[in-house]
């Protein structure tokens, strides 16, 4: 992989010919300038929101708290019933 391998370059022709153009070498998201958590949460329920809406809270709140679970598998079992 290269040096920047996220890198993001956009060109853009206006119907007046001029050109504007902007390069990212680390686009947000990517492993360096990785996403804050609420931009995260917010994403996921904004996403999730539309297919599991009574459950959104619940998943979020016990993802946040994933650390804290001695075993996963009461948190597993809660996501496919």
Do not use: C, W, Y
């Amino acid at each position: 992989m290269g040096k920047f391998r996220h890198m993001v370059r956009v060109q853009v022709e206006l119907k007046d010919g001029r050109r504007l153009e902007e390069t990212v070498r680390t686009p947000r998201g990517s492993e360096s300038n990785f996403a804050a958590d609420e931009d995260v949460v917010a994403k996921f329920q904004k996403l999730a929101g539309h297919v599991l809406p009574p459950k959104v809270e619940q998943i979020r709140g016990k993802v946040l708290d994933i650390d804290s679970l001695a075993n996963v598998t009461g948190f597993v079992r809660s996501l496919a019933g």
